[in-house]
């Protein structure tokens, strides 16, 4: 296993279109997280997963925004509707219950969405 | 919104020198971990200090957690060029499980 895997690594589209992205954690992994990142600025939490149940959703994730983890492997993150302010790297997290708080959390390499 | 505020936003050094950032936070932690990102990639985990911790090395790295004034601070020793990067801070609140991260400090190694 090489890690937590997002594809694809960029994604330009126009607005009002709508844009899937795919993340595959460590397959050990049972937590999944996906974070937002605007230039200049920390990840911000979206949302998390533990196994297939969608546990917390951040307000940031509008109605337009929608993330699924099926039989709790591989996830997907879905924006309609795309608008320009929605432009940022979409980054994926991973880790083990309990060992986050050991040994950290694993990122992906990250989507980045640009919409014009 | 952003737990904690790195000091400074920026920091340029020659390569062999030390590079120290500093990391506050707002609310009582669980654990505090420190990531670096390079340019337009994902973040890699440098470092993990729990509450009940003060100092901790990993390498070249030393980190410090005072909770009393809570604060963290991030030190790299013998600078090398690749050290070029984002440093974020990112702390796990009490009870939770989720990062929440400040804005970075943005490291300039000069050969």
């Known amino acids: 296993d090489t890690g937590v895997s997002q594809d694809p690594r960029h994604k330009i589209t126009k607005r009002g279109q709508n844009v899937t992205f795919r993340c595959d954690p460590i397959?050990?992994?049972?937590?999944l997280y996906w974070y937002r990142q605007t230039l200049g600025q920390g990840p911000e939490f979206l949302t998390y997963?533990?196994?297939?149940?969608?546990?917390?959703k951040s307000r940031l994730l509008s109605d337009r925004f929608s993330a699924e983890r099926p039989k709790g492997s591989f996830s997907t993150l879905e924006i309609q509707r795309t608008e320009q302010g929605d432009s940022a790297m979409y980054l994926c997290a991973s880790s083990l219950e309990g060992s986050g708080q050991v040994y950290g959390y694993t990122f992906g390499s990250g989507t980045r969405l640009t919409v014009v | 919104s952003q737990q904690g505020e790195e000091d400074p936003q920026a920091l340029s050094i020659q390569e062999g020198e030390n590079a120290t950032m500093n990391c506050s936070y707002k609310?009582?932690?669980?654990?505090l971990q420190w990531y670096r990102q390079n340019s337009g990639r994902g973040l890699v985990h440098l470092i993990l200090i729990r509450s009940n911790e003060r100092e901790k090395h990993s390498g070249r790295l030393r980190v410090t957690l005072d909770t009393s004034k809570k604060s963290s601070s991030l030190l790299i020793t013998a600078s090398r060029a690749a050290d070029t990067a984002s440093y974020f801070c990112?702390?796990?609140?009490?009870?939770?499980?989720?990062?929440?991260f400040g804005a970075g400090t943005t490291v300039t190694v000069r050969a």
């Open positions: 990112a702390t796990v609140n009490t009870n939770d499980y989720k990062l929440s």
């Open positions: 397959s050990e992994h049972n937590r």
């Open positions: 997963f533990q196994n297939e149940a969608q546990l917390e």
């Open positions: 609310t009582s932690i669980n654990n």
